[in-house]
């Protein structure tokens, strides 16, 4: 089955420093990949849309100057937070679209990264 | 706009059946997905419909209407481990997930 990894799996620094996310299609190739925040008991936020090599598209009331998204590859998406502050604290969420798979619309989930910004 | 409506929390017993409803209303139709999420764990794939009828998998089974914008998700022969929010999310025309908030299951003894 599709896989999708991403590393680290919980990170925690401290206020102001920067923090990248990696996503990885381990044995498929994705040239749609999606990043989601979630705040704890609440549902999924979608953050943006990555698309390999162009820009991403983000979602209203995100900042892409905070949040720069990364995919120049099949196989591969970076979500940098940039200047994190307590408030970016979240479980963060990759997953990624298979267009050769068997289903065009399904979405394979990272096991997610937990942020905590102190 | 774009809304998916689910139940935000349901209670049933060990060994019961519990259904959770869904609907929707949104720019375009791609297939209805459910998914299953555990507390600090990423979303896991339960089910697919895009054509109207029932879907079943195990104990799990998936139904769709889209002349009625309505799904709902039945649990049969619930376990502890069934614990967890389920979600509904919709595709659109742009192949876009639409996301409902999610009803947590809560199973008791």
């Known amino acids: 089955g599709a896989v999708v990894s991403q590393h680290p799996s919980w990170v925690i620094c401290k206020s102001g420093t920067s923090v990248k996310i990696e996503c990885r299609s381990l044995?498929?190739?994705?040239?749609?990949m999606f990043w989601y925040r979630q705040f704890p008991k609440q549902s999924l936020m979608l953050m943006a849309t990555?698309?390999?090599?162009?820009?991403?598209?983000?979602e209203q009331g995100v900042e892409k100057d905070k949040f720069l998204i990364n995919h120049a590859s099949l196989t591969l998406s970076t979500l940098t937070v940039t200047s994190a502050h307590p408030e970016d604290s979240s479980f963060y969420i990759c997953?990624?679209?298979?267009?050769?798979?068997?289903?065009?619309?399904?979405?394979?989930f990272g096991p997610g990264t937990r942020l905590t910004v102190l | 706009g774009q809304n998916i409506d689910q139940p935000t929390e349901m209670t049933a017993t060990e060994g019961a059946i519990v259904q959770i409803n869904c609907t929707y209303q949104?720019?375009?139709?791609?297939?209805l997905f459910w998914y299953q999420q555990h507390a600090g764990e990423a979303p896991t794939f339960l089910s697919y419909?895009?054509l109207d009828g029932l879907e079943e998998k195990g104990r799990f089974s998936s139904f769709l209407s889209r002349s009625k914008g309505y799904s709902y998700l039945l649990l049969k022969e619930l376990q502890m481990k069934d614990s967890a929010s389920y979600l509904c999310?919709?595709?659109?025309?742009?192949?876009?997930?639409?996301w409902g908030a999610g009803t947590k299951l809560i199973i008791k003894p």
């Open positions: 990555s698309n390999e090599g162009s820009k991403a598209t983000y």
């Open positions: 997953s990624a679209r298979d267009l050769e798979g068997a289903s065009y619309n399904e979405q394979f």
């Open positions: 419909n895009v």
């Open positions: 999310a919709v595709s659109d025309s742009n192949y876009q997930l639409i």
């Open positions: 044995d498929f190739q994705a040239t749609t």
């Open positions: 949104t720019s375009g139709f791609n297939g």
